[in-house]
């Protein structure tokens, strides 16, 4: 056990909870009716606790002490039996996931910004019980009923771990090209259950001893099956074989090769699994034959939404680390008063720019990920069809661009914190340099920037012809109209008008350039499209929390705790909008030199 | 020792040495006169060869057996004796420090691009005989004839180390607030001998078992000297007291308290040094008293350039890893074939977008540095005074924007290099996640972004009246007026003509701000000045090359290794000019804003 680091306040995520969306509609839907917004604030409350006390105190264990490997086996930080026993114990583990199976049950809203929180506190940890829902929920989806009757509730409530197993040594963004094999084992009366053979790399928490048994999602080709992903099929193989009453049978023929050395993430362990070196790895057929992908894609993106919120922990933890230390480190008086007295450094204008790029971004990306979490309680809950189909549809626009968003960005603002606490940021007595180097692994996780970006122009641009893009443009542009007039921030909302015009402008020009032949123009600035959309949607997020803000301000105390809050809120909102925002229009000059530069260059002359 | 990860080539060095700037004239100064440039590229090739064969295989030691302390005492890595044994015995530690003093007087230019390279093998190594050197240069410049007998040329060649010692635990950007005393030694017939008392932190490389000695020098303040940075003197402080036939005596009255644990260059000690416990530690007053800072600034100066030096070092190293893994590194087909056989990565556009962003940002940052190198020789070295004036003014106006914008792009342009190897290069396997944890440090080093930038508009925009930023400014705008009807690049020349236009409109309004008492808006947009100033002089310094580039293609068969390098040349300056110089615009837009958001913002609410 070592210091806690964690010291978010609750503030921002009940704003969002309470104040900003739509609660209200959540809790008439019959799988949330039975909790008020009473029960979701003592949630929170509790989670916190959980952070400072349990999680947070860890984190650091995780990077020095980290996984360890040896003969197969790999341990992890003494502390971290600590944190899985606690969460275990206490349903922290599978906080949205059904209670049929052992879940809490609550909306994603709530539990996507709790996740938030214990990222925060130890991210790497995290991967552990993070992925076993995450394989729950997939054998949940598309089990047989006796697979959902032995592994569910067991991954769900702690007692067992999992994991996506998806890359191999020779095929990572390009999954398609795994090698690994399955034929149906003749000694089994199952006709579902297959012989896997072949190697996985890079499983996070692929191997550990948190739990008694570990239940892998292997990705494989039956043999004889098609080239490409139209040929891969989804296994469950549990480390130790689970007979059908439900006991923990022999081990598996499989094991760990060894665990990575890594930038971070020291207590996540990054394994290499060895399924079938004897030809006697038994894994059971989920689903159809050749469905593989498609079920690994709903996993991929709940894993998606989780990278969104690991690194947004991060970032946060960065922040609220700097924004503490900058109150109280006294150094050299600020630029306008040079004769002045030392003063903390948070007076210092520079040290503030920085805190405004981390509570702005920290801020403006959470309202972001809040919005989509919303969209996805009322794409899952909602009574109506249309309205399901509707917030599915924006939800499913918006999410490769938050994953990859957040995942550069918060890297950038984890930089930032560094640079505020200067010399001791680099040094290990603050946690910041961990958070950077925890950071870096989220842009690569679950398809990185490029491939969101893809994802999102080769499938989302295109959803329901076109028309989810059209009214999330239209969206903004309402918004934009209403406000133009504000006495306030009238500018903001004309340049954030103007910034949406450029996303649909790269929109535009991917499809002429698809009209007219030019495709290899567009790979080159599909980022750089994402990018501005994101940046779009969080101003246009900041700006909704300002004007809920200043209607607030008006009834509170600007003097009081959250008078404070409110006006923090408008600052935050003018300060990306005059600061960040900006930066769409330096990719719109980019895009329209239709700079073939880099795909001109002769290999060689790399 | 480890594996070679040094695999750059010299062509990029030599182009600029060779091809770009004026070294016939830096040849005809008595200095350099007795050089040649087949010499000059001798020695670039030994200096390669030393780093492919003793510095680079020592690099992995450097993160992971690291410096060791113990009892006082730091131990270095097995292999970085070897090292400085190899660098001490060929002439390497001090390259264009004075002959006189055991330097071999190279050039600038020439002993700078050698660091870079030096510091791609292993940047951590490189602070032990870059500190030597540095120190030594101090007290040649200020010491005393004695001093200078006794310390120099032992610092020049490796046999004692150095180290600069201004921060202390509770004085950092504000040097001025130190609270290290010296009083005269009564017990010394020499006046210029103190007693010294005070605890230093973060000193680089402050204390190692490479050398019999290392010479510190260490900012304090006499007693009774007025407080701030002008009551400061600058003292000699040896490890081992060195006797005045030059034997090496007892040990000084100061110790290693510890060393930092850090996020990376674990192979440099970064030391807490305790001067003077029990009051017996002797320093030598350095010059006359209460002028250490102007003197600490020579070594300031220079180690700016070094750091400039130390991240694009690694920066092109990440670039190399980069480019080389994208060569062999076989995985799915491009964007515009998606049915095509898989293909090595360097295939896929928006690999090449990244390698195309480190190839522009390396050549970029290299041609801006080559440039300073060659303005510091001429201001050194040229007979004509008034040469060596404007020399002297033009790279002092640069140095703080070279030193800050390659600190902080660099950081950025190895996220890029872990990105394209993906998930191994978040993996200890291949260098560049050390590379990002090794270069983070170097922003704050030597005075963070916001010191520089302040640097810049307090004191460097007003050289000479203003004339110096004025004939940059010109010096760019003639150029663009020149090829605006350029062929090829006339869209590159107007945009960067448009680009210096906002760098001179920071300027102006620097100039209004001070002038109707606005100041407080000055220090919201200091580093956006810079990095403006930045990005307009790596596009000049590109565009520069690239029509160098293009009349010797001309004269080459384009296949040829030289063909194809030129061939990338041109790509480079296109590329920045059409992708990253943009960035200028959207700065330009947020100064426009005149936010205040971040000033008014009350502290509380962050």
């Not at 991967?127 to 598309?142: D, H, K, N, Q, S």
């Not at 790895?281 to 969104?308: S, V, W, Y």
């Not at 903001?492 to 996303?503: H, I, P, Q, S, T």
Request: with cysteine; glycine share 10%.
């Amino acid at each position: 056990m070592g210091i806690n680091h964690f010291k978010r306040d609750d503030r921002d995520v009940k704003f969002i909870l309470f104040e900003q969306y739509d609660l209200d509609r959540l809790l008439t839907y019959d799988a949330y009716k039975d909790f008020s917004k009473e029960d979701f604030g003592m949630i929170v409350d509790e989670a916190f606790k959980l952070c400072r006390e349990v999680l947070g105190p860890a984190m650091q264990d995780g990077d020095r002490i980290g996984c360890k490997w040896a003969d197969k086996a790999v341990t992890t930080p003494p502390s971290f039996k600590n944190c899985w026993k606690t969460m275990a114990e206490n349903g922290w583990i599978a906080m949205t996931a059904s209670p049929e199976f052992g879940g809490q049950g609550l909306p994603v809203c709530v539990g996507g910004l709790i996740s938030e929180a214990t990222n925060s506190a130890n991210m790497a940890f995290g991967t552990f019980p993070g992925l076993a829902v995450g394989a729950g929920r997939v054998i949940e989806a598309y089990g047989a009923e006796e697979d959902k009757a032995l592994f569910v509730e067991k991954m769900y409530t702690g007692a067992w771990g999992g994991t996506m197993c998806l890359t191999e040594p020779d095929a990572g963004s390009d999954v398609g090209y795994l090698r690994s094999k399955a034929v149906k084992d003749p000694e089994s009366a199952d006709p579902r259950v297959y012989k896997i053979e072949g190697v996985k790399r890079f499983i996070t928490s692929g191997e550990h001893d948190l739990t008694e048994n570990i239940i892998h999602l292997v990705l494989a080709r039956i043999e004889g099956a098609p080239l490409g992903t139209k040929g891969i099929s989804l296994f469950i193989v549990p480390k130790f074989w689970v007979n059908p009453d439900g006991s923990v049978g022999e081990l598996n023929d499989m094991f760990c090769e060894g665990i990575e050395e890594k930038m971070g993430i020291h207590g996540s362990s990054t394994a290499t699994l060895n399924f079938g070196e004897n030809g006697k790895c038994r894994g059971i057929l989920l689903g159809d034959p050749h469905t593989g992908m498609a079920k690994m894609f709903q996993l991929m993106n709940e894993a998606r939404l989780g990278c969104a919120v690991q690194s947004l922990g991060l970032a946060a933890a960065a922040y609220d680390t700097a924004r503490l230390y900058a109150k109280e480190r006294v150094q050299g008086p600020p630029f306008t008063n040079r004769n002045a007295e030392r003063v903390p450094i948070i007076q210092h204008e520079d040290i503030r720019r920085m805190l405004m790029n981390l509570k702005s971004g920290t801020e403006g990306l959470r309202a972001f990920l809040g919005k989509i979490l919303f969209l996805m309680d009322v794409a899952h809950r909602d009574p109506d069809e249309a309205q399901r189909k509707k917030a599915d549809h924006m939800s499913d626009l918006l999410l490769p661009v938050l994953k990859a968003y957040t995942a550069d960005y918060t890297y950038t603002l984890i930089r930032d914190a560094i640079q505020i606490l200067g010399g001791v940021g680099y040094c290990s007595e603050f946690p910041v340099e961990q958070y950077a180097r925890d950071c870096k692994i989220i842009s690569i996780w679950e398809g990185t920037a490029y491939i969101q970006s893809l994802d999102l122009v080769g499938r989302k641009l295109g959803l329901d012809g076109g028309k989810v893009f059209q009214s999330w443009i239209q969206g903004i542009m309402d918004m934009t109209n209403t406000y133009k007039e504000d006495p306030e921030l009238a500018a903001d909302f004309k340049r954030l008008f103007k910034a949406v015009g450029v996303a649909g402008e790269f929109a535009m020009k991917y499809m002429s350039y698809f009209q007219d032949g030019r495709m290899r123009l567009i790979p080159t600035t599909t980022t750089r499209f994402l990018d501005t959309m994101a940046e779009v949607e969080i101003a246009r997020c900041l700006l909704d929390q300002a004007l809920i803000a200043r209607k607030k301000l008006a009834e509170v105390d600007p003097a009081s705790s959250d008078g404070l809050y409110y006006t923090g809120k408008i600052a935050a909102a003018k300060y990306f909008c005059r600061n960040t925002l900006p930066g769409v229009f330096a990719r719109q000059m980019a895009m329209q030199t239709e700079d073939t530069s880099l795909l001109d260059i002769p290999e060689a002359a790399f």
